[in-house]
């Protein structure tokens, strides 16, 4: 289990390299992928991967960092659920307006969180 956090981990710092490298690109996907597809993926993921890291908090080296991550992911899924596919897409749009430093910012922390997630995996 400590492995597949780990890999979680690598995966959401490699999207913000590449955030980092090319933010147009990323915002290209970002646009590309709309509706409610969009909505349902944002909220699904946030729900399996904060309840795998509330069950893999407790084998992995640092326990209560993995636990505050999932916490924090099945919390973000329930409150995109209370704000609804209409309101998410407006805040995307908002944030897709902002100019291209924003999103090298904003990958800059997913970065971070994935090289948090690495280690206390591991």
């Given at each position: 289990?400590?492995?597949?956090?780990?890999?979680?981990?690598?995966?959401?710092?490699?999207?913000?390299l590449a955030g980092v490298i090319q933010p147009q690109l990323l915002i290209h996907l970002?646009?590309?992928?709309?509706?409610?597809?969009?909505?349902?993926?944002?909220?699904?993921?946030?729900?399996?991967?904060?309840?795998?890291?509330?069950v893999a908090a407790s084998s992995c080296r640092h326990p209560s960092v993995v636990y505050?991550?999932?916490?924090?992911?099945?919390?973000?899924?329930?409150?995109?659920?209370?704000?609804?596919?209409?309101?998410?897409?407006?805040?995307?749009?908002?944030?897709?307006?902002?100019?291209?430093?924003?999103?090298?910012?904003?990958?800059?922390?997913?970065?971070?969180?994935?090289?948090?997630?690495?280690?206390?995996?591991?």
């Amino acid at each position: 289990m400590p492995l597949i956090v780990s890999m979680i981990g690598g995966l959401t710092a490699a999207i913000g390299l590449a955030g980092v490298i090319q933010p147009q690109l990323l915002i290209h996907l970002i646009q590309r992928w709309g509706g409610s597809s969009r909505f349902w993926a944002a909220v699904v993921m946030r729900l399996v991967i904060g309840g795998f890291m509330l069950v893999a908090a407790s084998s992995c080296r640092h326990p209560s960092v993995v636990y505050t991550i999932g916490a924090i992911a099945v919390a973000a899924a329930v409150i995109i659920l209370g704000f609804g596919e209409r309101r998410l897409d407006a805040f995307i749009g908002w944030w897709l307006a902002k100019p291209p430093s924003l999103m090298r910012v904003s990958a800059l922390f997913a970065m971070a969180f994935g090289g948090l997630m690495i280690f206390a995996g591991a």
